[in-house]
């Protein structure tokens, strides 16, 4: 089972998402109603909904690039080792995702928003769970996973 916390430091947030842990919460409720894979363990991470400003800092402490981004995803475990930990383990903490409001604020309507929103925290936790997109073959593979999430959620 995954469980989110969800973390704002930015009140904006909650003008598109009244309640935001509530909203993630239903989601990730769903994923796992559909996910049988991951019932036996208790798998937890971060979610922090922030802006520009905090992501630029992040992505230049972190990665050293100096500018905002749209999501950023800290993994706790290395794929490699992720699944001989779900095996062993039944809690599992896999890390944190920062989603940049700035960069998905301009959509046209609620609906765009919440659509964006949900492609990027699914993005950042397919990450946290090891995948990659750093070639066309890894690319393919995580977006095959994030397309699988993004159907569940949206049932």
């Avoid at 922030?50 to 794929?79: C, M, Q, Y």
């Amino acid at each position: 089972m995954i469980k989110i916390n969800v973390i704002s430091n930015n009140i904006i947030w909650n003008k598109f998402l009244k309640n935001p842990h509530n909203y993630i919460n239903k989601k990730i409720k769903k994923l796992n109603l559909k996910n049988k894979k991951f019932l036996k363990n208790h798998i937890y991470c971060s979610l922090l909904l922030s802006g520009d400003k905090e992501t630029k800092l992040l992505n230049k402490k972190f990665r050293n690039k100096n500018k905002s981004t749209d999501v950023l995803s800290f993994p706790f475990h290395e794929k490699r080792n992720l699944s001989k930990i779900l095996k062993k383990e039944k809690d599992i903490y896999l890390g944190d995702i920062i989603i940049n409001f700035d960069k998905i604020k301009n959509k046209e309507s609620l609906k765009n928003f919440k659509l964006a929103f949900d492609n990027l925290w699914v993005h950042g936790l397919v990450h946290l769970f090891g995948y990659d997109h750093k070639n066309e073959k890894d690319f393919t593979k995580m977006q095959k996973i994030e397309n699988k999430f993004l159907k569940f959620i949206n049932d």
